[in-house]
Structure formats: structure tokens, C-alpha cells
């Protein structure tokens, strides 16, 4: 009876220490995937500066990587703009036509009708967060679906901007109002320390405040967050409001960038905005990302963007591989959410 005994008992530590290493690996296994797809952005990164770097040596100069952070700059505040709605799971399609329209309303205050830059530039920005405050009520107050009222506001902005400039260029811009755009110290332009500043103001709000925790929490489950006693509707409006002054700030950092305002400025950023945050990790279902993962996303579409054109590769292609992105992001950022679930 003894010896019957030891068999069995035998045989269960043998089947544990066989499973043991065994759901060890899985875990392991999990773990590598689980890192691979949270920093996947930086791995494209990487992988694409070395590839461009090849095939032009002129990639890996001093003023190219002045160029990559310059045109970041204002891509960058357009993402960061674009995942405060994305993360509350709703989307703002007008930032790109509120950053233009805005920069237009500060740039013939100061140009035509002679109010100084310090007055124009502020009046702005106010308008283009006014109009994120409007979206905002319109989506809860009204319970509009977002994505088809701000696509309503998209168009709407479009129109204003070309009868605002009567389809004309405006260039004649005085000193003050273009002089961040042009301000370098050391060779070093100043422009991208507004989007450095606005990033850590984005990670500070989002991972050290209250309201940062309400934002995904109303994005995770907006019954739940209702539930435990958060304002999902004030949640939403905020995200809204704070979108569009950052919409405003880029507007405004690309007229004085680029010294003019065009009757279709700002058109061609949106389809890269939405790209990069949802290449660098936020949800398009809500309650998840953050601004690490937001600004891979706008380094590698920048990289992506500077790296073809030095190529030659023809402009029209860099439209059809920023598409391209956009779907692969949403497979990605799919993907992602059933492997992380596990």
C-alpha cells in the first residue's frame, strides 16, 4: 500500500515541475508581445531613420533633424488636440479647419485692422476654443454624434476661412506676429518648445490630476464613470474646449512658420493627426494612451513625410502611405486591445 502510494505522488510533482517552466514561457511569451505592441511606434521609428539614413546620408545632418522637430511641432499640438476627444471615445474632425480659420481671425486683426500681435494672437486662439466648446455641447447637450457634427463644423470652417480671406493669400504680416515662427537661438529654432511645453503640460494633466483620471475613466466605460458620480458630460466638453486651444496654438505657429495664410490652410494635417496618436497607442475605442505613445506617432509620420520627400518618392505617394497608416494603425491598435485583454 505504501509503495502504491509513492507512484502517484511521484507522478503529480513530475506534472507539476513539467508545467511549471511551461506556463513560465507562456508568461514570458505574453509579457515580449505585450511590450512589443506598446512600444511598436518606436520600434517603426528606429527602423525607418536607419532605413532613410541609407538611402540618404543628408537624413542624419544637424538641419535635417531641424526640420523633423520644426514640422513635429505643429503636427504635434494637431495630435495632441485630436486624442483629448479620442480619449473621452469621440472624435473632433475640425481641428485642421479651426487651426486655420482661427489664425486667420488673429492675422487680420493684426494686419488689416492694425491691433497689436499681443492682442490679435490671443483673440485667436479664444476663437478656435470656442468653437471646441461648441462642439462639446453639441455632442452632449445635444447628443450629436460627433463624428458627423464636427465633420458639419469642418466644412462650415472651410467655407468661413476662404469668405474670411476672399480666396486671397495673407502675407503682410508684421514683425510681431510672425516672429515665433522665425526665432532661432543658435541656429536652433524656438518654435518646438511650445509643443515640449504643451506635451508635459498633456502628461501632467493626464497622469497627475483628477480631471486626467476622469478622461479615461469616461472613456473606458462612460456607464460606469456616470455611475461612480463623474460628470461625463462636463468631461467631454472639456476634452472638446481643450482641443480646440490647441487647434488654435497650432494654427497660430504655422501662419507665423510659415509667414502666410492661404484660403486652405491647415487642410492637409487632419488625416496625419488622427494617424499619429492612434499609431502611438490611444484607443479609438476611448479610456486609453498617453503622450510617450503620441509623440512616436508624430516623429514617425514626420520621419515618414521628410524621409520620403528627400527620397524623391512623389507627393502623391506620401498621401496613398499616409492612408495606408491609418488603416494599419486601427488593425494595430485592435489587435493590441484583444492581446492585452489576455
Known amino acids: 500500500m505504501q509503495g502504491q502510494n509513492n507512484s502517484p505522488a511521484g507522478a503529480t510533482v513530475v506534472s507539476s515541475g513539467a508545467t511549471a517552466p511551461a506556463a513560465t514561457r507562456r508568461s514570458s511569451r505574453l509579457s515580449t508581445g505585450q511590450w512589443l505592441f506598446q512600444n511598436v511606434v518606436w520600434i517603426w521609428l528606429v527602423a525607418l531613420i536607419i532605413i532613410f539614413g541609407v538611402l540618404n546620408p543628408f537624413f542624419f545632418t544637424v538641419s535635417n533633424f531641424q526640420n523633423v522637430i520644426l514640422q513635429s511641432t505643429v503636427l504635434g499640438l494637431l495630435a495632441l488636440a485630436v486624442s483629448l476627444p479620442l480619449m473621452v ?123 486626467g483620471r476622469k478622461l479615461y475613466a469616461t472613456g473606458g466605460n462612460v456607464l460606469a464613470a456616470n455611475s461612480a458620480g463623474i460628470r461625463v458630460g462636463r468631461v467631454k466638453i472639456i476634452a472638446f474646449t481643450i482641443s480646440g486651444l490647441l487647434s488654435g496654438i497650432a494654427g497660430y505657429l504655422l501662419a507665423a512658420w510659415q509667414m502666410a495664410i492661404t484660403s486652405d490652410q491647415g487642410e492637409g494635417f487632419l488625416l496625419y493627426a488622427i ?34 520627400a528627400i527620397t524623391s518618392v512623389p507627393s502623391f505617394y506620401v498621401q496613398m502611405i499616409g492612408g495606408i497608416l491609418i488603416f494599419v494603425a486601427v488593425a494595430v491598435d485592435a489587435v493590441r486591445v484583444k492581446f492585452v485583454s489576455r
Open 89 to 211: 471615445a469621440e472624435i473632433d474632425l475640425s481641428i485642421a479647419s479651426n487651426m486655420g480659420f482661427s489664425a486667420a481671425v488673429g492675422a487680420l486683426l493684426s494686419t488689416r485692422m492694425g491691433v497689436p500681435a499681443a492682442v490679435g494672437v490671443p483673440v485667436g486662439i479664444l476663437v478656435s476654443t470656442a468653437i471646441g466648446f461648441f462642439n462639446g455641447l453639441c455632442v452632449t447637450r445635444l447628443k450629436m454624434v460627433s463624428l458627423i457634427e464636427t465633420l458639419a463644423m469642418m466644412i462650415i470652417l472651410q467655407g468661413a476661412l476662404l469668405a474670411t480671406t476672399q480666396g486671397n493669400t495673407i502675407s503682410d504680416m508684421s514683425d510681431g506676429y510672425i516672429w515665433i515662427g522665425q526665432y532661432t537661438i543658435g541656429n536652433w529654432p524656438v518654435m518646438p518648445v511650445v509643443f515640449v511645453i504643451a506635451l508635459i503640460g498633456m502628461a501632467f494633466l493626464l497622469r497627475r490630476t483628477v480631471l
Open 275 to 308: 494617424a499619429a496618436p492612434i499609431i502611438g497607442g490611444v484607443s479609438v475605442f476611448g479610456g486609453r494612451g498617453g503622450t510617450a505613445g503620441i509623440l512616436g506617432g508624430v516623429l514617425l509620420l514626420t520621419v515618414i513625410h521628410v524621409g520620403l
